[in-house]
């Protein structure tokens, strides 16, 4: 089974709100990644944080990650609608095998 | 820098025809995984390979699937004797190894008709 597990699949919001995506996860984690996906392309990193870590900022951007809830969430400041992409969390239990979950679709509205 | 490149971008193979998807790393990385992504769901794990090695292939299927990343040139998964189960999108992805993120290609679509 998928290791980490968006919520909620999908989110609609309106420009100028925030978004919170959630990501849970299952065993002992050496980093969390997001990623973002644009329609018919790849993926594109937005933001790495360790174990050790609890809060990172990037940018509109911010994650934290509560490693004894195996928890993570990605909240993206005063949304554009160029936001507008699925958002994944991959979870890096093992050295070079990212696991993803099945990503947030966020619809940001003008 | 020009990224991870993949192709071709979208490939057309008949029932039963070889599918041989090629990646080229960012300059400076020596881990390459591939990953297989279905519509409407997220990225599976399929391979990791470092130079003339495979790490791992807990996520490749037995039969038909096979990967290599050779000394010299580009990884390359291919396909033999494809189905239409195997139609999706293939992405690969490069780094220099944990802790660091990935970087991902544009994927190449695969449609079996």
């Known amino acids: 089974s998928q290791q980490g597990e968006e919520d909620p699949q999908a989110l609609s919001i309106q420009e100028g709100e925030n978004a919170t995506m959630n990501c849970s996860y299952k065993t002992s984690i050496n980093n969390l990644q997001w990623y973002r996906q644009n329609s018919g392309r790849g993926l594109v990193h937005l933001i790495l944080?360790?174990?050790?870590?609890r809060e990172k900022h990037s940018g509109r951007l911010r994650v934290t990650l509560d490693t004894s809830k195996k928890s993570s969430s990605l909240l993206i400041t005063a949304s554009r609608a160029a936001d507008t992409a699925s958002y994944f969390c991959a979870t890096d239990p093992l050295e070079g095998k990212l696991i993803f979950g099945q990503g947030t679709e966020l619809s940001v509205k003008p | 820098n020009a990224g991870v490149m993949q192709n071709p971008r979208h490939l057309v193979r008949r029932r039963g025809q070889e599918a041989r998807l090629r990646c080229s790393p960012m300059k400076g990385h020596s881990h390459v995984y591939w990953y297989r992504q279905l519509p409407e769901e997220g990225l599976k794990f399929m391979v990791y390979?470092?130079?003339?090695?495979?790490?791992?292939e807990s996520g490749m299927p037995k039969e038909r699937f096979s990967a290599e990343f050779p000394k010299e040139g580009p990884s390359i998964l291919r396909i033999q004797q494809v189905v239409r189960g195997d139609s999706a999108a293939y992405f690969c992805?490069?780094?220099?190894?944990?802790?660091?993120?990935?970087?991902f290609g544009s994927g190449t679509r695969l449609t079996v008709v």
């Open positions: 944080i360790r174990s050790n870590e």
């Open positions: 992805a490069s780094s220099q190894g944990t802790p660091y993120g990935y970087t």
């Open positions: 390979l470092q130079k003339e090695n495979i790490i791992d």
